[in-house]
């Protein structure tokens, strides 16, 4: 055995083996007001870590830093591809703005544990709007800036915000953003805000006059230049920290809540082990503030850990080329960068033989994927491009923080292509079949983590009610439920192969098609429908909506407006275009609509027709309608099957 896998064996034994004092000694690199004893508590079926610490994740983000006589090192450098900017922003001066702005939230009545939506692009603010919530104690819900309107409300409403954050405008390389017109459409429906704060940005029109919605528009400057600093407020460590809506297999996201020890302490182990970066360093997460990624990878973690955290306003490609991302790797000398396979594809499409490399990247020391599954050839691409380690690491917005990957920082392990190398310390995985069985090494299945879930991962769903053991700790008990299927091998390696439910992933972005079916049926032509995720060379998934219409519905244009509704409700980022308009829709005689079918069918895979289907025809007809979308050739049919499939899931 290496000595790097004596190493990372070692230590997730230990945090297993020893728990305790494994994860008491991750969280000694935080700074605590009162430093917890005990690391895990368990009751009723939930536990929750560091019950009897006391910290402030902003003071360890930022002030500790400047009082170790680190203030003017940069704690974030923004690069905006999109207006040709740079700002190199120091620990001192972050610090400043951030108390600066906190003043602001409490001069409008916000507390500990009162929720503020921060629907921001990907600016400074964003980030200061974060960790000023957590200086007084208050929980952050940040939206992406692609969720439209109807998404926005709904998040508004179900956190209860009071206060929302946003500005004058948004950069998209195919339009401006209009965050004042789609908060202010929000809050004609969602009526808990009072105040809204709004950053004005070049080139658009500044905060609105009176109060639409029913709110006071504030200019940010305007407020931030009368405001006090406010001091930092010590929180339990099981305070929530953030909510963050995801998508699941119904129409209405659910807010997984974080809770602010046991993600601060993950963060920090997970900077030094998995990604090897300490203070000092550069760390360029290109994502975008508004997922998990974001939140953990360019916000929390690098400052944290008082490293250099890097904001880029930008795409991949388009702004200006393909070598975007080497160019930004050169100028602010990145040592590790992390981003999403679809990034990495764009790029290649465009750029095949990397001729816009150009010797820019010999700052980095790796470079990590998540966000979808990394196809093997892409990953291989880029490593041999790059000339250093490629990881692709494996999680979600639940868990906060990789749940397999390979950890860099204990030394790199053999990878094995299709594989997200191995579970991380604390996570405890096992592939199960539909009955909660573990299946042999090598098999496909449900992946599962034992209980408890490691420090770092959701704490609850907002809202409670039952909501989190239903969600996800009730279809195998004793384990959380991923709901991705995948494999163990002999050696222990995972490969997470696709999700076993509703949810798709577009570019990185992980959608619902239960809330796409939701909005898709608020059209009254539409009779019944079905959205399926379906293979996309540059994006993994993208979503088709198959329509069947009322007797009133008309014709062509009926495609156009369901393009447009979504766009409106869910948002640009659903980057829904497809839509079949068929007769039928393929059923069981129960009523089931056949999406797996349907998916297989558009995929140009074998398709497995059930021998519950009601008519047989149906399929035919959608064959014939569907004509040259379908991938390639229809496969034929497998034998009909009336067992469930492997993974459980329909
Ligand atoms: N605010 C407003 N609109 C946004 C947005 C934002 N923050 N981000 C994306 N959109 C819009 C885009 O402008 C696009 O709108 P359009 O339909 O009018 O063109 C739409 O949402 C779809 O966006 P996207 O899926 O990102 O497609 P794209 O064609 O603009 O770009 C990629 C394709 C591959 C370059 C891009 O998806 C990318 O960089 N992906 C990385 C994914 C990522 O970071 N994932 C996070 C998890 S790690
Ligand atoms: P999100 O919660 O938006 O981060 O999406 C999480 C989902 O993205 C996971 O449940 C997986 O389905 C998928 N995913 C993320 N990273 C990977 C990966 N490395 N390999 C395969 N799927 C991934």
């Known amino acids: 055995m290496s000595e790097a896998a004596a190493r990372y064996r070692a230590e997730w034994a230990r945090s297993h083996d020893d728990r305790?004092?494994?994860?008491?000694?991750?969280?000694?690199?935080?700074?605590?007001?009162?430093?917890?004893?005990?690391?895990?508590?368990?009751?009723?079926?939930?536990?929750?870590?560091?019950?009897?610490?006391?910290?402030?994740?902003?003071v360890n983000a930022l002030d500790r830093h400047v009082d170790a006589g680190r203030g003017e090192q940069t704690a974030l450098i923004f690069d905006s591809a999109m207006t040709g900017t740079q700002e190199r922003v120091s620990y001192r001066e972050l610090r400043?703005?951030?108390?600066?702005?906190?003043?602001?939230?409490?001069?409008?009545?916000?507390?500990?544990?009162?929720?503020?939506?921060?629907?921001?692009?990907?600016?400074?603010?964003a980030i200061v709007a974060m960790l000023a919530c957590a200086r007084i104690g208050a929980v952050h819900s940040v939206v992406f800036g692609g969720f439209g309107a109807t998404e926005l409300a709904a998040r508004i409403e179900d956190a209860g915000a009071r206060v929302v954050v946003t500005a004058s405008g948004g950069l998209e390389p195919a339009r401006p953003i209009d965050y004042v017109a789609i908060v202010s459409e929000a809050l004609e429906t969602a009526k808990?805000?009072?105040?809204?704060?709004?950053?004005?940005?070049?080139?658009?029109?500044?905060?609105?006059?009176?109060?639409?919605?029913?709110?006071?528009?504030?200019?940010?400057?305007a407020a931030v230049a009368g405001a006090e600093p406010a001091d930092p407020?010590?929180?339990?460590?099981?305070?929530?920290?953030?909510?963050?809506?995801?998508?699941?297999?119904?129409?209405?996201?659910?807010?997984?809540?974080?809770?602010?020890?046991?993600?601060?302490?993950?963060?920090?182990?997970?900077?030094?082990?998995?990604?090897?970066?300490?203070?000092?360093?550069?760390?360029?997460?290109?994502?975008?503030?508004?997922?998990?990624?974001?939140?953990?990878?360019?916000?929390?973690?690098?400052l944290l850990v008082g490293a250099t955290t890097v904001l880029y306003e930008g795409k991949p490609v388009g702004t200006p080329d393909a070598g975007a991302f080497w160019r930004v790797v050169d100028e602010h000398r990145v040592s590790v960068m992390f981003t999403a396979p679809t990034a990495i594809r764009a790029i290649r499409r465009l750029d095949p033989e990397l001729a816009l490399l150009g010797g820019r990247t010999t700052s980095l020391r790796a470079l990590f994927l998540a966000g979808e599954r990394a196809d093997p050839e892409t990953l291989r691409w880029i490593e041999t491009g790059l000339d250093v380690p490629v990881v692709d690491h494996w999680w979600q917005?639940?868990?906060?923080?990789?749940?397999?990957?390979?950890?860099?920082?204990?030394?790199?392990?053999?990878?094995?292509?299709?594989?997200?190398?191995?579970?991380?310390?604390?996570?405890?995985?096992a592939v199960l079949d539909a009955a909660g069985?573990?299946?042999?090494?090598?098999?496909?299945?449900?992946?599962?983590?034992?209980?408890?879930?490691?420090?770092?991962?959701l704490t609850d769903i907002w809202g409670g009610g039952g909501r989190f053991a239903d969600a996800y700790l009730s279809t195998f008990p004793g384990y959380y439920a991923?709901?991705?299927?995948?494999?163990?091998?002999?050696?222990?390696?995972?490969?997470?192969?696709?999700?076993?439910?509703?949810?798709?992933?577009?570019?990185?972005?992980?959608?619902?098609?239960?809330?796409?079916?939701?909005?898709?049926?608020?059209?009254?032509?539409?009779?019944?429908?079905?959205?399926?995720?379906?293979?996309?060379?540059?994006?993994?998934?993208?979503?088709?909506?198959?329509?069947t219409l009322t007797a009133a519905g008309a014709g062509e244009q009926v495609g156009e407006e369901l393009v447009a509704l979504v766009r409106r409700h869910i948002g640009p980022v659903a980057a829904f275009r497809d839509v079949v308009l068929v007769e039928r829709l393929p059923k069981t005689r129960s009523g089931k609509i056949l999406r797996k079918t349907l998916r297989q069918i558009m995929d140009g895979e074998p398709y497995r027709v059930p021998a519950t289907i009601e008519d047989p025809d149906v399929i035919d007809a959608v064959i014939q309608t569907l004509g040259e979308r379908i991938a390639d050739a229809p496969a034929a049919p497998t034998a009909p099957v009336t067992a469930a499939p492997p993974v459980g899931a329909a």
């Open 20 to 58: 305790e004092a494994f994860w008491l000694d991750a969280a000694a690199a935080l700074d605590w007001e009162s430093a917890p004893t005990v690391a895990l508590a368990q009751d009723a079926g939930r536990w929750s870590w560091f019950p009897d610490g006391r910290l402030n994740l902003s």
């Open 96 to 125: 400043e703005r951030t108390a600066r702005f906190a003043g602001v939230l409490r001069a409008h009545g916000v507390g500990r544990g009162d929720r503020v939506v921060v629907y921001l692009p990907m600016i400074p603010e």
């Open 192 to 221: 808990t805000v009072d105040t809204v704060i709004v950053k004005a940005r070049p080139g658009f029109p500044p905060a609105p006059a009176g109060e639409p919605g029913g709110a006071s528009w504030v200019d940010w400057e």
């Open 233 to 302: 407020v010590a929180v339990a460590s099981t305070d929530p920290l953030y909510i963050l809506y995801t998508s699941g297999t119904t129409g209405s996201p659910k807010g997984v809540v974080r809770d602010t020890g046991g993600y601060g302490a993950a963060l920090a182990w997970s900077m030094r082990n998995i990604y090897g970066i300490g203070a000092g360093e550069v760390f360029w997460t290109a994502s975008d503030v508004g997922w998990v990624v974001g939140h953990s990878y360019i916000v929390y973690a690098p």
């Open 397 to 429: 917005t639940e868990t906060g923080w990789p749940i397999a990957a390979n950890p860099l920082g204990l030394g790199a392990l053999p990878a094995k292509p299709g594989s997200a190398t191995v579970p991380m310390p604390g996570y405890r995985i």
């Open 437 to 457: 069985r573990e299946v042999p090494a090598g098999t496909e299945g449900n992946i599962a983590i034992e209980l408890p879930l490691p420090p770092g991962t």
């Open 482 to 547: 991923t709901g991705d299927s995948g494999r163990l091998d002999d050696d222990g390696y995972l490969s997470v192969m696709g999700r076993t439910d509703d949810v798709i992933n577009v570019a990185g972005h992980r959608l619902s098609t239960g809330a796409l079916e939701e909005v898709l049926a608020k059209h009254d032509a539409v009779a019944e429908c079905a959205v399926i995720g379906v293979k996309d060379e540059l994006k993994g998934q993208r979503a088709v909506g198959f329509v």
